[in-house]
T-cell receptor
Framework: TQLLEQSPQFLSIQEGENLTVYCNSS?????LQWYRQEPGEGPVLLVT?????EVKKLKRLTFQFGDARKDSSLHITAAQPGDTGLYLC???????????FGGGTRLMVKP | GAGVSQSPSNKVTEKGKDVELRCDPI?????LYWYRQSLGQGLEFLIY????????KSGLPSDRFSAERTGGSVSTLTIQRTQQEDSAVYLC?????????????FGPGTRLTVT
């Protein structure tokens, strides 16, 4: 059982559509990070959210941390083929240097 | 500046052989992590080094796996008597490790194939 559950696991959409990826847990995290990974490469950090209820925007990507710091979402507006990749959320507990990763959401955006 | 580097990028080995995977973290990063990733899935934590402290080995799947970090910089992950189920991408990451949030920076990974 994953400590962090991501949904959906797979998502295939057309260019221009909107989508939301969810990252849920029963545990409280001191921070939560989102990464994107492309084939043959390591994950690349997109954003870190720290405060409950925090919303961060990165161009067409909007990240939200739940009020209770147990869940997070990633919303992409007007998806582009360049958004294709594996999206991973990772939670940090008790500021202990350790990250727990979710199982990932594989996104494919078709032109 | 230079990111995290890993070598080799690909390794094919026969079942039963030993392999060594190398990671060069970002200069100045005191924390170093090893993960394993199978077929584009999520990351499985293996081992964590922080400065001169004893490593957290809680994620190592068996005693065939070991890792060391020399001089607080370069790390080597060793897998002895490799098995086919060891086939995966092995990722290394480093972070500043001095204060949270502990954002991790990943290398490109080593793809290990055990035949």
């Amino acid at each position: 059982t994953q400590l962090l559950e991501q949904s959906p696991q797979f998502l295939s959409i057309q260019e221009g559509e909107n989508l939301t990826v969810y990252c849920n847990s029963s545990s409280v995290f001191s921070s939560l990070q989102w990464y994107r990974q492309e084939p043959g490469e390591g994950p690349v950090l997109l954003v870190t959210v720290v405060t409950g209820g925090e919303v961060k925007k990165l161009k067409r990507l909007t990240f939200q941390f739940g009020d209770a710091r147990k869940d997070s979402s990633l919303h992409i507006t007007a998806a582009q083929p360049g958004d294709t990749g594996l999206y991973l959320c990772a939670g940090e507990k008790n500021a202990g240097n350790m990250l727990t990763f979710g199982g990932g959401t594989r996104l494919m955006v078709k032109p | 500046g230079a990111g995290v580097s890993q070598s080799p990028s690909n390794k094919v080995t026969e079942k039963g052989k030993d392999v060594e995977l190398r990671c060069d973290p970002i200069s100045g990063h005191t924390a170093l992590y090893w993960y394993r990733q199978s077929l584009g899935q999520g990351l499985e934590f293996l081992i964590y080094f922080q400065g001169n402290s004893a490593p957290d080995k809680s994620g190592l799947p068996s005693d065939r796996f070991s890792a060391e970090r020399t001089g607080g910089s370069v790390s080597t992950l060793t897998i002895q008597r490799t098995q086919q189920e060891d086939s995966a991408v092995y990722l290394c990451a480093s972070s500043l490790g001095s204060a949270g949030p502990y954002e991790q920076y990943f290398g490109p990974g080593t793809r290990l194939t055990v035949t």
